[in-house]
């Protein structure tokens, strides 16, 4: 009999790479839209649905990848070299984006197409091994070991997101380097990516997918098209942020950063809660706090500094609960039916779970481009304005955390076999 998988991929490496492609990540959320309005000046609305199809794009090609590596186990052997030429890609595609010229669309959503299949080709197979370390460390456990890496990621991106904002007001612009920098550091961060993939073995070899489909289908959907909805409001706001004068130039370039901090603050806010609750009644209480949260943030901003700071940070806290515990219910679903379902099963629920995260991201883009097409303006907006954008988060948060709460993630019962 097979033994099962002791220790899965080593912490050390995995949370390099998780490090490394947080980076891209958190950079390319919070910086793209941003670039593509003030630095290639391109039209708020254009920007918005570039980053939109974009993001759809990516979505499109964790689907794909996940479904190969399913349908065609043998496929998993190139996963290493794969991963190799990505992360090279997408980290170069970032770093490029500041580089275009002015007006030039096309170059830009060339850019950022390549970023986005370089990201799946990376993001897929390291997310494949999150459960294999949630087997022996737990599904909280490996969900604090992301946040932790992602927020510290965003730390990063916050101060260069607070030198880049601050330099727009002094005429001079660090954006290249800035974001090259981001872009050099990622990829050394993701470099054992390969490594960790060819010396795991299963990309190699994996296992045979099982005749049955896997317990946590049902509530897998469900909970996808619930993230889906949850992130493209709550996102929305995170970045429309960056457009808002707060009356205080500190507070307005430091957004990022204020929000980054609370988002790692909320790792240990929130462990506790889904320690009492439970992962998945925990993740609802984040979406509904935070849907309450927006708007307030809305209507409290306005009377300066110092209300916007705790509000802003207030909202971040609550955020923050979203992006760490969604790990933690996706993972205690996969593992939820009892079996050992094969890399290339995990692959894929992964792949469906990036997809939905994804497209509700794109999603607060086109909202965000939106919203500024509505105001007239680029950049220094009053917080007031954000208030019919944040009840639109609201709606959306509160929907997410009803479908979740109500979504059936009951165990399906295995089929009898034929031959008894």
């Keep these: 009999m097979a033994t099962p998988h002791p220790t899965g991929p080593g912490l050390v490496g995995y949370g390099s790479v998780h490090f490394g492609k947080s980076l891209l990540w958190a ?9 593509l309005v003030r630095i290639v000046e391109l039209p708020p609305a254009l920007a918005g649905v570039m980053f939109l199809a974009s993001s759809l794009w990516n979505a499109l090609c964790d689907g794909l990848f996940g479904a190969a590596l399913q349908r065609w186990p043998a496929t998993g052997r190139f996963v290493p070299l794969l991963s190799a030429l990505a992360l ?8 490029a984006l500041p580089l275009v010229e002015k007006g030039d669309a096309a170059i830009a959503i060339a850019l950022l197409f390549l970023f986005r299949t370089g990201f799946s080709l990376a993001d897929l197979p390291h997310n494949a091994l999150t459960r294999q370390l949630a087997q022996s460390r737990g599904d909280l456990g490996i969900a604090r070991l992301r946040a932790a890496g992602a927020s510290a990621a965003a730390i990063v991106v916050g101060l260069a997101a607070y030198l880049l904002l601050d330099s727009q007001g002094s005429g001079s612009s660090p954006a290249f380097a800035l ?3 981001i872009g050099l550091v990622a990829i050394l961060f993701m470099a054992p990516l390969p490594l960790l993939l060819a010396r795991d073995g299963r990309a190699a070899a994996p296992a045979p997918a099982p005749e049955t489909k896997p317990a946590a289908d049902r509530f897998l959907s469900l909970y996808c098209l619930a993230t889906a909805i949850g992130l493209a409001g709550i996102a929305a706001i995170a970045k429309a942020l960056l457009h808002l004068d707060f009356g205080a130039a500190e507070l307005g370039a430091a957004v990022v950063l204020v929000m980054t901090v609370g988002r790692l603050a909320a790792v240990w806010l929130w462990s506790p809660v889904a320690r009492r609750l439970g992962n998945r009644p925990a993740l609802a209480l984040a979406y509904a706090t935070s849907g309450i949260a927006a708007p307030l943030l809305a209507l409290l901003a306005p009377l300066g500094p110092a209300v916007a700071w705790p509000a802003t940070i207030l909202f971040a806290l609550l955020g923050g609960g979203i992006a ?7 993972s205690e679903a996969l593992g939820r039916g009892g079996r050992q379902e094969s890399p290339g099963r995990y692959a894929a629920a992964f792949g469906l779970f990036t997809m939905s995260m994804k497209v509700g991201l794109g999603l607060s883009a086109a909202l965000t481009g939106a919203w500024l097409s509505a105001s007239g303006a680029a950049a220094g907006l009053a917080p007031a304005t954000l208030l019919p954008l944040a009840l639109m988060a609201t709606l959306a948060s509160f929907a997410a955390a009803l479908m ?8 399906r019962p295995e089929p009898a076999s034929a031959g008894g």
Aim: proline content about 0%; glycine content about 18%; aromatic content about 12%.
């Design 27 to 35: 950079g390319e959320d919070a910086l793209a839209l941003y670039i």
């Design 88 to 95: 090279l890609a997408c980290g170069g595609a970032f770093a």
């Design 179 to 181: 974001i090259g920098g």
């Design 324 to 330: 760490m515990l969604c790990w933690a219910v996706l």
């Design 404 to 411: 979740i709460l109500g979504a059936d993630w009951r165990a």
